[in-house]
């Protein structure tokens, strides 16, 4: 069981950590890309490593390792159905048929700002 729990883990850290690096540009005032990234990285870490052994710790005190696991799983599917829906409500209407590859939403990422 913790093998299969550690498999996930580049897809569940990986994936906010680089939606950090892509929105980072788009945020930070120029001449600040570097701080801005020196500051979401510890806040990436802090808030996920705590939060997450926080709340898994209370979570599997309380409904025990089986329980925990189910709340995480619907919790998961609930946040899925949800960006289903944002997805085709919001993003499909003003941005068109967007695809993980698509350049449309952010445009002129990556580049450095004198």
Excluded at 3 to 8: K, N, P, Q, R, S
Excluded at 12 to 22: D, R, S, T, V
Excluded at 39 to 58: D, E, K, R
Aim: glycine share 14%.
């Amino acid at each position: 069981m913790v093998v299969a729990l550690l498999v996930t883990k580049p897809l569940g850290f990986n994936l906010p950590y680089m939606g950090m690096i892509k929105l980072c540009p788009r945020l930070a005032p120029k001449g600040l890309l570097a701080t801005m990234n020196g500051l979401m990285n510890p806040t990436l870490f802090t808030f996920g490593f705590a939060a997450g052994s926080s709340l898994g710790g209370v979570l599997v005190g309380s409904l025990g390792m089986t329980g925990a696991f189910r709340t995480f799983a619907y919790t998961s599917l609930g946040l899925g159905i949800c960006y289903i829906a944002l997805y085709i409500l919001y993003i499909r209407r003003r941005y068109g048929n967007v695809s993980v590859l698509s350049n449309k939403i952010f445009k002129g990422d990556f580049v450095i700002r004198k």
